[in-house]
């Protein structure tokens, strides 16, 4: 930058930027700190709702939908496997296809930390109105639709359910 250039936080944009991204990190905290008793990370909970919302769902489907790659769900699927919440199964119709389905423990942890979930989002949202919910709701979809145009990344269902 140069001196006659303006400096980017005198950018309303950027000022805003910065706020929706310091906001989002601190939501991840905020709901990491009300998983803990659960023994959950926010990565699993969107895995587990996800599937709880999308029964049967396969891996690739649900890769997509959190716009995340096969292997970084690799390696958190075999933790949920291991704690009875997750089961895989083969597709009858096309081996090559898992399917995922919870299980009842893992029915009833996703319907625990959904709550939980739902009272943070309740609690951080309470500062604004139902309009101006949806008015950054709008914004932040087209957000989305502009980061993503001309990808095959599905940003309307991401990062939950």
């Known amino acids: 930058m140069n001196k006659n250039q303006a400096l980017p936080w005198d950018n309303p944009r950027f000022r805003n930027w910065v706020a929706v991204a310091r906001a989002c990190q601190v939501m991840g905290l905020t709901l990491a700190r009300a998983l803990q008793g ?6 699993h909970l969107d895995i587990l709702a996800n599937i709880y919302r999308h029964p049967d769902i396969s891996q690739q489907e649900l890769a997509h939908k959190l716009l995340v790659g096969r292997s970084n769900l690799s390696m958190l699927l075999p933790q949920l496997e291991q704690r009875g919440l997750v089961a895989r ?15 009842p423990a893992g029915r009833s942890l996703t319907e625990e930390a959904l709550a939980i979930q739902t009272a943070v989002i309740e609690r951080s949202m309470a500062t604004a109105s139902i309009e101006e ?19 095959d990344d599905d940003g309307g269902e991401a990062n939950q359910a």
Do not use: F
């Open 38 to 43: 659960l023994d959950l990370k926010p990565p």
């Open 89 to 103: 199964a083969i597709d009858p119709a096309d081996r090559r296809v898992l399917r995922l389905a919870l299980t």
């Open 133 to 151: 919910c949806d008015l950054v709701g709008d914004v932040m979809q087209r957000l989305i639709a502009a980061l993503t145009q001309g990808n």
